[in-house]
C-alpha cells in the first residue's frame, strides 16, 4: 500500500522483501547461464533465488508488482529440462 502511494522506493521494498525471505528460507541468488535460450530466447544469463528445502526446489522472485513476463520467466528456468550451468551463488 504504501509503494502505491509513492511512500517508498522500489529498493527500499527490495530490501525490506530480501530480508523476510532470508529469515523465512535459506536462499541463495544463482545466476545461471541460458545457452538454449530457454529463459528470454536468446543465449543470455538468468538470475533467480532459489531455496531448497525436503529435496524441492522453490524459486522466489522478489517484486513489488508482478508481470505475466515475470511468471513466464520462472516458469521457463524451473522447467528447463537439462538444468543451466550456474555462473555464481549467493546474494
Known sequence: M???CGVISEG????GMKYVVRRSFS???LV???REGLVYGHASAAEV???VKDRKH???EVRSRI???D?????RIGSSTRGPTVLSRGF
Open 49 to 51: 533465488d532459489v531455496s
Open 67 to 69: 508481470s505475466k513476463g
Open 27 to 29: 536462499a541463495d541468488r
Open 12 to 15: 527500499a521494498f527490495r530490501e
Open 2 to 4: 504504501a509503494y502505491g
Open 58 to 60: 522453490i524459486l522466489i
Open 71 to 75: 511468471v513466464v520467466k520462472l516458469w
Open 32 to 34: 545461471m547461464e541460458d
